[in-house]
């Protein structure tokens, strides 16, 4: 604990206006935390997260380990080595600890997963490891079993499914465990014991059926979900519950298809009434809870839970002794995930961490059976996340903060917003203006920055300190609206299958009419508009590009996708996921319009980027880079998603700011 506090800074407080305030440098931004991924082991023995280690200038990081049975005393650090990089860490029962690794990779993949069926493909290997507090000897409980294939070894290799899916908290040595089946073709799952380093199969996946639920109290498998292609196109996914003769029966009431895609999710079991928790949207817009008799194949009447404006996320059943299995608490999507607590000292121990510190976010971790020790985390868009640890209900104490050096005088705050679509629709948004920006000061540069997926959303990010994106350019006296355009997942039913085919379409018209929507609130200065986005998002920046009358200046692609012919056939790595999403990814195909190209734009994209590969961009760069101010940013050694590496966000970053500094709004 001591070391951590010595490493944190301190600042004066400083009055500053909209127009003066610094901007964060890009170092400083792209650097790894000072700390993350912090967790609490089950007894509440020892604390273990990424942490860079002290006088590193955030370049590098490692795994921390604190004793707990020893307060004050500085955590042992174990470093990343030249090529396998930590990237997460997690504290689990019987004193062990799981890390996560990645490292650069090239090599020939056949085809599998997302990589090339020839030559080399530039990625990452990803491997999850079993260590305890020691950090000694890291064991691999997950790996594939050896088939003497080679090019079965190396899908299985790169793909790395492998790790915990129910870590049985009444059980001291089992766990449930995931990792590619002999074939390759599957995940199977197997209970694992800690001690004999033994495994029993459970389930082993196959092309119609896939894993549910577990009982995490036996090991047990009590649901699972039946994919079936009918004659009519139509992708049928029904669940099937196993039923007191061990036989697993089909419940029509729990069956989705691809085209209407309700949302119907299996989250727990009520070992007192026999009875399932399902999240579900079919019968509101919104998700909500309900409760489902397996027996008699019904609903209840009424949900358990369901709020008004946002939908139901899951559940939180206990997993200590004295509360397993009661009912904790009701998660959903508002601004940032929130929380219902039904347990009486788990809502008290929340409410009093309200009060102690009013105006953040307070995300409980992990906590002890007896509630001697809870791992909390504070935040909120302007305030960088900082972990504590309650003991016994009483004074918080410091570990220390993920990004101490933001200041939160430096970063615009991040609120929920709502516009209407020029068909009327309402979109969700969320709106950060630059810091000290009131009413009246007059329009600012703005950033229309919608999210990836495109079946996917935003929050605000309370309990993370907000998005580093938004620190980047609000920071720099922009404005930033991240519209959930029609196609994000999480705002309601309606909302997310309005976008189904309008790539490019009515799915950009939302992002135009958010900029519209700014001008005329007099936030965003109609002469200064950006289109940026990054995966869907640089979809959305190459449309931008070639659209007729943009109302945006310039545009922005990380990653994007440009050719909609191409995506649509290949679209994820999961073959259910193709079945459900591959058909609605039609609309305006940037690659076919390039003729029509408008503003400058810049594109930045991976060199080891396999989920959309790196031929989107180049494309799309050699056909517009004639016709309008055109550049090309290939990043090195950075993959699609996180984890990045401090040198991917700076080259990323760098670019950014000269383009806007220079190539921009130069006409």
């Given at each position: 604990m001591k070391l951590l506090k010595s490493m944190a800074f301190a600042f004066a407080a400083i009055s500053i206006t909209w127009g003066a305030n610094a901007q964060i440098p890009v170092e400083d931004l792209g650097r790894y935390p000072a700390m993350s991924s912090l967790d609490m082991s089950p007894d509440g023995k020892f604390l273990v997260g990424l942490m860079t280690p002290p006088g590193n200038d955030g370049t590098d990081r490692g795994v921390a380990v604190w004793d707990l049975t020893k307060p004050g005393s500085a955590p042992t650090f174990t470093p990343s080595n030249d090529k396998m990089k930590f990237i997460g860490a997690s504290a689990f029962k019987a004193g062990k600890i799981l890390v996560r690794a990645n490292?650069?990779?090239?090599?020939?993949?056949?085809?599998?997963i997302e990589g090339k069926s020839t030559g080399a493909t530039k990625t990452f290997i990803q491997k999850t490891y079993m260590t305890d507090i020691k950090m000694k000897?890291?064991?691999?409980?997950?790996?594939?079993?050896?088939?003497?294939?080679?090019?079965?070894?190396?899908?299985?290799?790169?793909?790395?499914?492998?790790?915990?899916?129910?870590?049985?908290?009444?059980?001291?040595?089992r766990v449930v465990v995931s990792r590619v089946s002999k074939e390759w073709e599957f995940t199977e799952y197997l209970v694992y014991d800690l001690k004999k380093d033994s495994y029993k199969l459970i389930?082993?996946?196959?092309?119609?059926?896939?894993?549910?639920?577990?009982?995490t109290r036996t090991g047990e498998l009590l649901t699972k979900q039946r994919l079936d292609n009918l004659a009519d196109g139509e992708y049928y996914f029904t669940t099937l519950i196993v039923n007191d003769a061990g036989e697993f029966e089909e419940h029509s009431q729990l069956t989705w298809t691809s085209s209407k895609r309700n949302t119907i999710d299996v989250v727990g079991k009520d070992e007192t009434s026999g009875k399932y928790y399902v999240v579900t949207d079919q019968f509101s817009d919104k998700s909500a809870l309900y409760?489902?008799?397996?027996?008699a194949k019904k609903f209840?009447?009424?949900?358990?839970?369901?709020?008004?404006?946002?939908?139901?996320?899951?559940?939180?059943?206990?997993r200590k002794p004295n509360n397993f299995n009661k009912l904790l608490a009701v998660f959903y999507d508002a601004a940032d995930e929130e929380v219902y607590y039904v347990d009486e000292d788990l809502y008290a121990i929340h409410e009093g961490l309200k009060s102690a510190f009013p105006g953040k976010t307070i995300t409980i971790r992990e906590y002890t059976e007896d509630f001697s020790k809870v791992l909390f985390i504070t935040g909120s868009t302007v305030d960088?996340?900082?972990?504590?640890?309650?003991?016994?209900?009483?004074?918080?104490?410091?570990?220390?903060?993920?990004?101490?050096?933001?200041?939160?005088?430096?970063?615009?705050?991040?609120?929920?917003?709502?516009?209407?679509?020029?068909?009327?629709?309402?979109i969700p948004a969320f709106l950060a203006k630059p810091p000290g920006w009131k009413n009246g000061d007059g329009p600012v540069p703005t950033v229309i920055m919608p999210h990836g997926g495109p079946w996917a959303r935003d929050y605000a990010q309370s309990s993370g300190g907000g998005d580093t994106w938004v620190h980047f350019f609000t920071s720099r006296g922009y404005a930033v609206l991240k519209p959930q355009y029609r196609g994000s997942r999480g705002w309601g039913h309606s909302l997310w299958l309005a976008g189904d085919n309008e790539w490019g379409q009515k799915m950009q018209d939302d992002k135009d009419d958010g900029?519209?929507?700014?001008?005329?609130?007099?936030?965003?200065?109609?002469?200064?508009?950006?289109?940026?986005?990054?995966?869907?998002?640089?979809?959305?920046?190459f449309a931008a590009t070639v659209r007729e009358n943009s109302p945006y200046q310039c545009a922005i692609a990380g990653a994007g996708v440009a050719n909609l012919e191409r995506v649509g056939a290949l679209w994820s790595n999961d073959r259910i996921q193709r079945a459900i999403q591959g058909h609605t990814v039609t609309g305006m195909d940037p690659i076919e319009n390039t003729d029509k190209a408008n503003i400058p734009i810049l594109i930045f994209h991976g060199d080891r980027d396999v989920r959309v590969p790196l031929f989107h961009s180049t494309d799309f760069y050699n056909k517009v880079k004639d016709k309008v101010d055109a550049e090309l940013v290939v990043v090195k050694d950075m993959p699609h998603s996180n984890p990045w590496w401090p040198e991917n966000f700076n080259t990323s970053f760098n670019a950014i700011d000269d383009f806007l500094d220079n190539r921009c709004f130069s006409n």
């Amino acid at each position: 604990m001591k070391l951590l506090k010595s490493m944190a800074f301190a600042f004066a407080a400083i009055s500053i206006t909209w127009g003066a305030n610094a901007q964060i440098p890009v170092e400083d931004l792209g650097r790894y935390p000072a700390m993350s991924s912090l967790d609490m082991s089950p007894d509440g023995k020892f604390l273990v997260g990424l942490m860079t280690p002290p006088g590193n200038d955030g370049t590098d990081r490692g795994v921390a380990v604190w004793d707990l049975t020893k307060p004050g005393s500085a955590p042992t650090f174990t470093p990343s080595n030249d090529k396998m990089k930590f990237i997460g860490a997690s504290a689990f029962k019987a004193g062990k600890i799981l890390v996560r690794a990645n490292q650069a990779w090239t090599g020939a993949m056949y085809g599998c997963i997302e990589g090339k069926s020839t030559g080399a493909t530039k990625t990452f290997i990803q491997k999850t490891y079993m260590t305890d507090i020691k950090m000694k000897k890291f064991d691999e409980p997950f790996e594939p079993v050896k088939t003497g294939n080679g090019i079965l070894e190396t899908c299985a290799k790169v793909s790395d499914v492998g790790g915990i899916v129910a870590d049985l908290p009444l059980d001291d040595t089992r766990v449930v465990v995931s990792r590619v089946s002999k074939e390759w073709e599957f995940t199977e799952y197997l209970v694992y014991d800690l001690k004999k380093d033994s495994y029993k199969l459970i389930f082993r996946e196959n092309a119609t059926d896939s894993l549910g639920l577990i009982d995490t109290r036996t090991g047990e498998l009590l649901t699972k979900q039946r994919l079936d292609n009918l004659a009519d196109g139509e992708y049928y996914f029904t669940t099937l519950i196993v039923n007191d003769a061990g036989e697993f029966e089909e419940h029509s009431q729990l069956t989705w298809t691809s085209s209407k895609r309700n949302t119907i999710d299996v989250v727990g079991k009520d070992e007192t009434s026999g009875k399932y928790y399902v999240v579900t949207d079919q019968f509101s817009d919104k998700s909500a809870l309900y409760m489902y008799d397996a027996k008699a194949k019904k609903f209840d009447d009424q949900p358990l839970f369901a709020h008004p404006d946002f939908s139901v996320t899951g559940i939180s059943l206990g997993r200590k002794p004295n509360n397993f299995n009661k009912l904790l608490a009701v998660f959903y999507d508002a601004a940032d995930e929130e929380v219902y607590y039904v347990d009486e000292d788990l809502y008290a121990i929340h409410e009093g961490l309200k009060s102690a510190f009013p105006g953040k976010t307070i995300t409980i971790r992990e906590y002890t059976e007896d509630f001697s020790k809870v791992l909390f985390i504070t935040g909120s868009t302007v305030d960088t996340a900082t972990y504590y640890l309650l003991r016994d209900r009483k004074v918080p104490e410091l570990i220390g903060a993920s990004r101490p050096w933001i200041l939160p005088q430096d970063i615009g705050p991040t609120e929920l917003v709502y516009y209407n679509a020029r068909d009327g629709m309402k979109i969700p948004a969320f709106l950060a203006k630059p810091p000290g920006w009131k009413n009246g000061d007059g329009p600012v540069p703005t950033v229309i920055m919608p999210h990836g997926g495109p079946w996917a959303r935003d929050y605000a990010q309370s309990s993370g300190g907000g998005d580093t994106w938004v620190h980047f350019f609000t920071s720099r006296g922009y404005a930033v609206l991240k519209p959930q355009y029609r196609g994000s997942r999480g705002w309601g039913h309606s909302l997310w299958l309005a976008g189904d085919n309008e790539w490019g379409q009515k799915m950009q018209d939302d992002k135009d009419d958010g900029a519209a929507w700014l001008v005329q609130e007099g936030i965003a200065d109609p002469n200064k508009l950006v289109m940026m986005g990054y995966s869907y998002g640089g979809f959305a920046a190459f449309a931008a590009t070639v659209r007729e009358n943009s109302p945006y200046q310039c545009a922005i692609a990380g990653a994007g996708v440009a050719n909609l012919e191409r995506v649509g056939a290949l679209w994820s790595n999961d073959r259910i996921q193709r079945a459900i999403q591959g058909h609605t990814v039609t609309g305006m195909d940037p690659i076919e319009n390039t003729d029509k190209a408008n503003i400058p734009i810049l594109i930045f994209h991976g060199d080891r980027d396999v989920r959309v590969p790196l031929f989107h961009s180049t494309d799309f760069y050699n056909k517009v880079k004639d016709k309008v101010d055109a550049e090309l940013v290939v990043v090195k050694d950075m993959p699609h998603s996180n984890p990045w590496w401090p040198e991917n966000f700076n080259t990323s970053f760098n670019a950014i700011d000269d383009f806007l500094d220079n190539r921009c709004f130069s006409n």
